[in-house]
């Protein structure tokens, strides 16, 4: 009962406090990286933000959709001719070795949560769409050990990583090992504090994707390439630490579409999503994104 308690207190937490920071914390000195302007040389990317899926409408909310919106969701696009796309594509168009589609979009899953692996998942498979989930390190340790599984609050465990890792529509990558467990704290995700020095900063944000990166490889055979930004917090030096650990791709919570660009790899870091809340019918969300 124990666990149960502070299970469900640490979901509220990281789903609430989560998104609402992620939509406000974008530090000045980043803004000329993340401008509005579209290269209309550039392919019009829209990046769909889930987080938590639900059996039951009456668990729905800002950030837990249910299961048949969810699949209403993704029969939309099918039906509309949108194929989703993944990281290694990309990756593939931007270094000039792919093409995109005519219509692409991305689907995203933030925190790990165990209903991915239950509900998300066979359906994904039966419309043959692609989508990232970005798992966070400790709690995957942490269910891993607990013989408590619920889905209204569980997170993934390690093999059930390795299997989704396996499945060639799915893609595990990174939300950090430990860095989404600081709401109490000063420090906002992986945001570089005021005041804080760089050599600080740099060891901290490091030590945390050195665990992961290990933990990754050690328990899923994953090696990530993309990185959510918890709370979609980062800061003028996060860049130059997310390549130096190989992430190619950043994604942030900001609400905007991107414009992806042959030849220039930094219009893959800090992507902007749409975060998708219960309550609304999938033309009325998609209908503003996708015009």
């Given at each position: 009962?124990?666990?149960r308690l502070?299970i469900?207190?640490l979901i509220m937490?990281l789903?609430?406090m989560?998104?609402i920071i992620?939509s406000?914390?974008?530090?000045?000195?980043?803004?000329s990286?993340?401008?509005?302007?579209v290269?209309?040389?550039?392919?019009?990317?829209?990046?769909?933000?889930?987080h938590h899926?639900?059996?039951s409408?009456e668990?729905a909310?800002?950030y837990?959709?249910?299961?048949?919106?969810?699949?209403?969701d993704?029969?939309y696009?099918k039906?509309?001719?949108y194929?989703?796309?993944d990281?290694t594509?990309?990756?593939?168009y931007?270094e000039?070795?792919?093409d995109?589609?005519l219509k692409?979009v991305?689907?995203?899953f933030d925190?790990?949560f165990?209903?991915?692996y239950?509900?998300a998942?066979p359906?994904?498979?039966q419309?043959?769409?692609k989508?990232?989930?970005?798992?966070?390190?400790y709690l995957?340790d942490?269910?891993?050990?607990l013989n408590?599984h619920n889905i209204?609050y569980s997170?993934?465990?390690?093999?059930e990583?390795r299997e989704?890792?396996e499945s060639p529509l799915i893609e595990v990558?990174?939300h950090?090992y430990?860095?989404?467990?600081?709401?109490?704290?000063?420090r906002k995700?992986?945001?570089q504090?005021k005041?804080?020095s760089v050599?600080?900063?740099?060891?901290?944000?490091?030590?945390d994707?050195?665990?992961?990166?290990?933990?990754?490889a050690e328990?899923?055979?994953?090696?990530?390439e993309?990185?959510?930004?918890?709370?979609?917090?980062y800061?003028k030096a996060?860049?130059?630490?997310?390549?130096s650990f190989?992430y190619?791709?950043?994604f942030t919570?900001?609400?905007?579409?991107n414009?992806i660009?042959?030849?220039?790899?930094?219009?893959?870091?800090?992507?902007g999503?749409?975060?998708?809340?219960?309550?609304?019918s999938?033309?009325e969300?998609f209908?503003?994104?996708?015009k």
């Amino acid at each position: 009962m124990v666990i149960r308690l502070n299970i469900k207190f640490l979901i509220m937490t990281l789903t609430v406090m989560g998104v609402i920071i992620c939509s406000l914390f974008v530090l000045p000195e980043e803004l000329s990286t993340v401008s509005g302007t579209v290269n209309t040389e550039g392919v019009r990317l829209p990046v769909i933000m889930y987080h938590h899926l639900t059996q039951s409408s009456e668990r729905a909310g800002a950030y837990t959709l249910t299961q048949e919106q969810f699949r209403l969701d993704m029969e939309y696009l099918k039906e509309r001719g949108y194929e989703a796309v993944d990281t290694t594509m990309l990756t593939d168009y931007v270094e000039g070795k792919g093409d995109l589609p005519l219509k692409p979009v991305m689907i995203t899953f933030d925190d790990g949560f165990e209903s991915f692996y239950v509900i998300a998942k066979p359906i994904l498979e039966q419309l043959d769409l692609k989508a990232a989930v970005f798992v966070i390190g400790y709690l995957a340790d942490e269910y891993t050990q607990l013989n408590d599984h619920n889905i209204n609050y569980s997170y993934l465990t390690w093999d059930e990583i390795r299997e989704l890792d396996e499945s060639p529509l799915i893609e595990v990558q990174c939300h950090t090992y430990n860095m989404h467990n600081n709401v109490k704290g000063k420090r906002k995700g992986i945001a570089q504090l005021k005041g804080e020095s760089v050599q600080n900063y740099e060891k901290i944000i490091t030590d945390d994707l050195r665990t992961m990166k290990r933990k990754l490889a050690e328990n899923a055979g994953v090696a990530c390439e993309a990185i959510a930004y918890p709370y979609g917090a980062y800061s003028k030096a996060t860049a130059k630490i997310m390549k130096s650990f190989g992430y190619k791709l950043t994604f942030t919570c900001e609400e905007r579409i991107n414009n992806i660009i042959k030849g220039d790899s930094d219009c893959l870091f800090n992507l902007g999503r749409y975060n998708r809340p219960s309550g609304k019918s999938s033309e009325e969300f998609f209908g503003k994104i996708l015009k």
